[in-house]
Each structure stands twice: as structure tokens, then as C-alpha cells.
């Protein structure tokens, strides 16, 4: 328990993100399914489809993890 102990925040900010990154991968597959979006095709680039900015959302997760 010691070892937790001294990397508590990095483990509880590795958590957290992995929870976001759920959540997110939930809501692009509801909001995809809700829109009848075909699996595999292109999401056409529109900012007032909801589909194309959850998308994006997630994308920028991915884009900005490594840091």
C-alpha cells in the first residue's frame, strides 16, 4: 500500500481519464446509433451535427493524451 501511497495522484489522474475517455466512447457510440450512422464511413464535417463534434471530442482526448 505504500507504493499506491506515493504515486496516489498519478494513479487517480490515470483513473480519471481512463473514466472520461469511457464515457466518451459511449456517447459517440449512442449518438452514433441514434443518427443511423453507417459503421466505418466518414463523418461528414458539419459543426451543427452532434455526431461530428463528439467525434472531434474524442479525437482531441487522443490527440492530447500523451501529454
Do not use: C
Not at 443511423?36 to 467525434?55: C, I, K, M, W, Y
Amino acid at each position: 500500500m505504500e507504493f499506491f501511497g506515493d504515486y496516489q495522484q498519478t494513479v487517480t489522474a490515470i483513473g480519471a481519464m481512463a473514466v472520461l475517455m469511457f464515457v466518451q466512447a459511449l456517447i459517440v457510440d449512442v449518438v452514433g446509433m441514434r443518427s443511423q450512422h453507417l459503421p466505418g464511413s466518414t463523418v461528414a464535417a458539419d459543426h451543427e451535427n452532434l455526431l461530428f463534434r463528439v467525434s472531434r471530442a474524442v479525437g482531441n482526448t487522443n490527440e492530447t493524451i500523451a501529454i
